[in-house]
């Protein structure tokens, strides 16, 4: 497996947007992509701070989706979005999953 952590920081007044974001990545997604799990957290002292932990099947499937036309254009309107409520930019870091538990 491999994963993606992606941080970024809310503007001011903006973290009541983050599940309407959630919703439209969502509503993006395709079966068959390599996905295996996404999550959004907040930063519980600073709220404005976000993480997205996105966990794949291999770095090939996720290099493969984030390459994939029909996908770009239906992101459009979440990246506008991502535009509107985060202030500059969004930091990635890959991961090689060595371990997961599910109980």
């Given at each position: 497996?491999?994963a993606?952590l992606i ?9 009541d ?9 969502r509503?993006?997604?395709?079966p ?5 799990r ?12 976000v ?6 099947e291999?770095?090939e ?28 930019g969004m ?13």
């Open positions: 497996m491999w993606q941080t970024t920081r809310l503007k001011p007044g903006r973290e947007d983050l599940p309407k974001l959630v919703e439209q990545l509503a993006t997604e395709r068959g992509s390599g996905l295996v996404s999550t959004a957290m907040q930063d519980q002292k600073d709220p404005s701070r993480y997205m932990l996105i966990v794949f291999s770095e499937k996720a290099r493969a989706r984030e390459n994939d036309p029909k996908r770009e254009e239906a992101l459009k309107p979440a990246r506008a979005m991502m535009a509107d409520i985060f202030e500059g930091e990635f870091v890959d991961l090689t999953v060595v371990d997961e538990v599910t109980p």
